[in-house]
């Protein structure tokens, strides 16, 4: 099981960026999708979740640090989900990560790579 993160980049303060992540094994059942962040020095920080089974959203969540700025979202034919990422903040740089769990929002089993996210003030 591979997870491709990809998107990340340079933007200005309140700029936007939309981050992917695609699964590769498609047999692997995914109960939840989350995104996470590591900033230099700093340890690593849940940024958003969503649950991947269910209709055509499925539920999500996020940290208070990024509600209201931040969308998680999936395409489920494609095995990917997104992170749109609005109106970015300095504080936001960091690597951002992509995992999946096949049962517990608190126990990701597999990881991305990670991706760069620098936001200039």
């Known amino acids: 099981v591979q997870l491709q993160a990809s998107g990340g980049g340079w933007v200005q303060t309140g700029g936007s960026l939309r981050l992917s992540c695609v699964l590769s094994d498609g047999a692997f059942s995914v109960a939840f999708w989350g995104w996470f962040r590591q900033a230099p020095g700093e340890a690593r920080e849940f940024v958003a979740s969503m649950t991947w089974s269910g209709g055509s959203g499925g539920s999500a969540s996020y940290a208070d640090s990024v509600k209201g700025r931040f969308t998680v979202s999936r395409d489920a034919a494609k095995r990917s989900a997104y992170l749109q990422m609005s109106s970015l903040k300095p504080e936001d740089t960091a690597v951002y990560y992509c995992?999946?769990?096949?049962?517990?929002?608190?126990?990701?089993?597999?990881w991305g790579q990670g991706t760069q996210v620098t936001v200039s003030s």
């Open positions: 995992a999946v769990s096949p049962a517990s929002a608190n126990r990701y089993t597999y």
